[in-house]
């Protein structure tokens, strides 16, 4: 729900002028055997990471 909340938001204007939180800065980083991490901007440490990542179809 969070993700409609904000896209509703971001389309009159900032989210945040709305109390909905603004979205994190993310960092990604992909390894040479196709690995893929997330870190936090400002952090040195990934949140999540994927060793074989897959696509999916929704």
């Known amino acids: 729900m969070r993700a409609r909340e904000w896209a509703v938001a ?3 204007g900032d989210p945040t002028d ?3 939180p603004a979205l994190p800065a993310w960092r990604v ?3 040479d ?3 893929i991490a ?3 901007a400002d952090g040195d440490e990934p949140f999540i990471a ?3 990542p897959v696509r999916v179809r929704r």
């Open 10 to 12: 971001a389309t009159y």
């Open 33 to 35: 055997a196709g690995d």
């Open 29 to 31: 980083e992909r390894g």
């Open 38 to 40: 997330f870190a936090a």
């Open 50 to 52: 994927a060793a074989n």
């Open 18 to 20: 709305y109390d909905v």
